[in-house]
């Protein structure tokens, strides 16, 4: 588990000069609701591609390794033409998780995943606005409407459901619906 201390420290070392990282996934919905709301198992950030080799030399540093690669990776290559993962999972011997996506920002400002994403997916300098609390630490993180938008596609458990009833509730959204029913019911 990674607790809100330690989500806090994870997101200061990774961006230390003001590196554009955004905390998405169960901490980036506590961070936008401004409370730890349950125990999250990783900290899900998306981060620029350019910047992937450096965090992860960084969080190597702080007893990181490759867990694995998601399937929707598609390796690409940053800035100084070093190849890298888009979608992969870091872990500790302690069992902490970091889930990364690396995305590019258009001449726009707008982020397109550098993973194998749906065609047209993006994060909009909208999505990309958002702000949070860690541990009273300030974070960026993507949007409540993107939150909610990038948990759809699949069954959610229902600590998922749980959390973007929270969401919902505080920045008064509903969740999308694909096919025309409503979510299941939070237990």
């Known amino acids: 588990m990674v607790s809100a201390d330690e989500a806090a420290a994870l997101f200061k070392s990774l961006s230390p000069r003001g590196d554009q990282v955004w905390v998405t996934g169960g901490w980036g919905i506590d961070a936008l609701l401004g409370e730890q709301t349950r125990p999250h198992k990783d900290l899900d950030l998306i981060v620029l591609l350019d910047d992937v080799v450096q965090m992860c030399q960084t969080l ?32 500790n011997a302690d069992g902490r998780e970091v889930d990364i996506h690396a995305v590019r920002l258009d001449h726009r400002g707008v982020g397109v995943p550098a993973w194998e994403a749906e065609e047209g997916f993006v ?8 702000m949070g609390i860690i541990a009273g630490f300030p974070v960026r993180c993507i949007s409540p409407q993107k939150q ?9 458990p229902g600590t998922q459901l749980r959390d973007l009833e ?13 096919d025309g029913s409503p979510p299941a019911p939070v237990a």
């Open 166 to 178: 929270l969401l919902g509730k505080k920045f008064n959204l509903t969740f999308p619906v694909e």
């Open 148 to 156: 909610m938008l990038c948990h759809t596609g699949y069954v959610l």
């Open 123 to 130: 994060f909009t300098r909208d999505d990309l606005a958002g």
């Open 60 to 91: 190597s540093r702080a007893g990181f390794n490759l867990k694995e690669l998601w399937t929707e990776n598609h390796p690409d290559s940053d800035m100084h033409g070093v190849e890298t993962a888009t979608a992969f999972v870091l872990h």
